[in-house]
């Protein structure tokens, strides 16, 4: 199995109260698991946010920390709530009728990957669906907390970076028809997770990349976004898609001929949203 829920890669001076983390970017997958699936490799592979803990690689020397997830989200998912278990997988679970993630499959232990296919041939146990918690899930969430206190007691204020890609084909229905569809989607469930202010910051560090933004459609943010985004308690958080065309084959699922011009621009970007959280520029905004 893994060795660790996560890697944390943390800067020489931490110099800003921004943190990034990847917790779809996990592409270990172990035989037993595989063994239990239905799908083959590559069809598993398919929820997997490929090469997003790579594009994110300069968070670092930015002066940033850096959180990235081992297991993949086929496994586990972890931006969803501890609770979101799936009655049609896990044996012993009540069914919930209200929670729409968990009826389409996508629990913190899904059912499916992209497209709604099917991951097991059987139910798994409860057990087994909190041992995965117990031993991947708390353990991330319990370190994402306390980097997020730590900027919270350097800076006075903690800005998450929750870094994910979205399907291309995601973004055919997205703004008027004919119009070019956007780069970049910025997730604060409309207002509720940062300051305004802040997130008018990261809109424009992508945007004078040459990026195009668009917040919230068709992606707001999930649980990580809505539990870690408490503006009225300085901590703010923004969930981040890259539109996946950009730097890979998403049929092949291998990295294009631009992903390294396309991780160089994003590390531009980087640097901007770092100085955001940078304490001269908390300072002026609190004046």
Known sequence: ?????????????????????????????????????????????????????????????????LLTANIPRAYLDLNRGADELDSALIEGVRRNAHNPRIASGLGVVPRVVANGRQIYRGKLTLVEAHQRIAQYWRPYHDQLQTLLDESNNSFGEAILIDCHSMPHEALENVGPPGSARPD???????GSTSAGSIVERVEAAFASAGLRVARNMPFAGAYITQHYGRPSRQQHAIQVEIDRALYMNERTLEPNSDFAAFQALLSGVIAEIVQIGQADDLRVAAE
Do not use: W
Not at 24 to 38: I, T
Not at 39 to 52: G, H, K, P, Q, Y
Not at 184 to 190: A, Q, T
């Open 184 to 190: 970049i989607v910025l997730g604060d469930r409309f």
């Open 1 to 65: 199995m893994f060795k660790t829920a996560y890697n944390l890669t943390r800067p020489e001076a931490r110099t800003t109260s921004v943190v990034f983390a990847s917790p779809h970017s996990g592409r270990d997958y172990p035989e037993s698991f595989l063994r239990h699936a239905v799908l083959n490799a590559s069809e598993i592979r398919s929820s997997e946010d490929a090469f997003v803990d790579q594009l994110f690689e300069a968070v670092p020397s930015c002066g940033a920390p």
